[in-house]
T-cell receptor, first 110, second 112 residues
Framework: KNEVEQSPQNLTAQEGEFITINCSYSVGISALHWLQQHPGGGIVSLFMLSSGKKKHGRLIATINIQEKHSSLHITASHPRDSAVYICAAHSQGGSEKLVFGKGTKLTVNP | EPEVTQTPSHQVTQMGQEVILRCVPISNHLYFYWYRQILGQKVEFLVSFYNNEISEKSEIFDDQFSVERPDGSNFTLKIRSTKLEDSAMYFC??????????FGPGTRLTVT
């Protein structure tokens, strides 16, 4: 059974700070998603990655398959980045289902 | 940009009633999913659907639940006899090739 753990659970930052959210998983995976959940509850997919690094604007996601670890970085954070960030993993073996972490609640203060 | 839509945004129902949650996936997607999130908890997988049949389901997805693609656009989740513990946010997602998934805005189900 794949367990997905995130840290920290809560994160408060000042506008402009560099943010890192971590995700680790217990079994081999085929791909990992980073998702953003807004206060109203909607979920937006930020990245899907299976190796290396991806960048979109101020967001960077990295994954280390050997260490079973992924990180989401936000550069020059802004109050509009305040949300819950969730990592979710596809297990190896062709399973389509996602196993979710509990999420990291990020608050960026002006 | 194409998006997944869900209706209704909020559904209130009495215990024991049947509810149908509706989703319109992105039009060229072939894989469809339902997830739920009980308030304050992590998102959980319910079921995946491909080629007009269930491809995978979780232990949560018991006989009370069913899914259907009644036409070329809608994907529905039916709960036959709702219980208080079914109160949650239900998310539909779709995928073109079975990996990158796009989520709908969710339906908040409240069972009283």
């Amino acid at each position: 059974k794949n367990e997905v753990e995130q840290s920290p659970q809560n994160l408060t930052a000042q506008e402009g700070e560099f943010i890192t959210i971590n995700c680790s998983y217990s079994v081999g995976i085929s791909a990992l998603h980073w998702l953003q959940q807004h206060p109203g509850g909607g979920i937006v997919s930020l990245f899907m990655l299976s190796s290396g690094k991806k960048k979109h604007g101020r967001l960077i996601a990295t994954i280390n398959i050997q260490e079973k670890h992924s990180s989401l970085h936000i550069t020059a954070s802004h109050p509009r980045d305040s949300a819950v960030y969730i990592c979710a993993a596809h297990s190896q073996g062709g399973s389509e289902k996602l196993v979710f972490g509990k999420g990291t609640k990020l608050t960026v203060n002006p | 940009e194409p998006e997944v839509t869900q209706t209704p945004s909020h559904q209130v129902t009495q215990m024991g009633q049947e509810v149908i949650l509706r989703c319109v996936p992105i039009s060229n997607h072939l894989y469809f999913y339902w997830y739920r999130q009980i308030l304050g908890q992590k998102v959980e997988f319910l079921v995946s659907f491909y080629n007009n049949e269930i491809s995978e389901k979780s232990e949560i997805f018991d006989d009370q639940f069913s899914v259907e693609r009644p036409d070329g656009s809608n994907f529905t989740l039916k709960i036959r006899s709702t219980k208080l513990e079914d109160s949650a946010m239900y998310f539909c997602a779709s995928s073109e090739a079975g990996y990158e998934q796009y989520f709908g805005p969710g339906t908040r189900l409240t069972v009283t």
